[in-house]
């Protein structure tokens, strides 16, 4: 595994896992802003999570087109919802980050009906998702939540909720 160049260190990690069971991946760990100001843009309207997600976007077609043949997983702290019900963040950002993910060719796994958190626990949905290139060739099996409890261990531990998804190679 080797560890990649990023335009965001302090938000964003990447690697590149030349041999795994599923093949060649490049993995892209996140933090996308929230309402809050990020490199002196104001998180009002969006706009820092909007410039954050652009820096990212050009991330992820920098890494694609240094390793072509790489499935790219890009995944954690979105803030915001892809929930069939509107759960948090705001339909601008969820605009903006649906059309991210459609021109960079990824694919929510954990969104809409796969959201294994709105599935399960509602009021709440995902706010870290899981996306793929929509290039891979594998099925997605399921997603969990942890703890697989009605809500996250906000008081000891996190007030998200950990998400996973199970695939299967074609």
């Known amino acids: ?83 069939v019900k509107h759960y948090y963040g705001s339909k601008r950002k969820r605009t903006l980050l649906e059309d991210a993910l459609r021109d960079a060719k990824l694919v929510p796994l954990t969104a809409g009906p796969n959201d294994p958190i709105a599935r399960d626990s509602a009021p709440y949905a995902c706010i870290d998702h899981i996306c793929v290139s929509e290039s891979a060739a594998w099925t997605l099996e399921s997603t969990a939540r942890w703890p697989d409890a009605p809500a996250p261990m906000r008081r000891s531990l996190s007030d998200h909720f950990g998400v996973s998804v199970e695939v299967s190679s074609l």
């Open 1 to 83: 595994m080797e560890a990649l160049p990023v335009s965001d260190p302090a938000r964003c990690a990447a690697a590149h896992v030349p041999n795994s069971p599923l093949g060649e991946l490049l993995l892209y760990g996140c933090v996308l802003p929230w309402s809050t100001e990020w490199r002196g843009i104001p998180g009002a309207g969006g706009q820092a999570f909007e410039a954050a997600l652009a820096l990212q976007h050009a991330d992820w077609d920098r890494l694609e087109t240094r390793f072509p043949k790489a499935t790219l997983i890009v995944a954690g702290d979105f803030n915001q919802d892809l929930a």
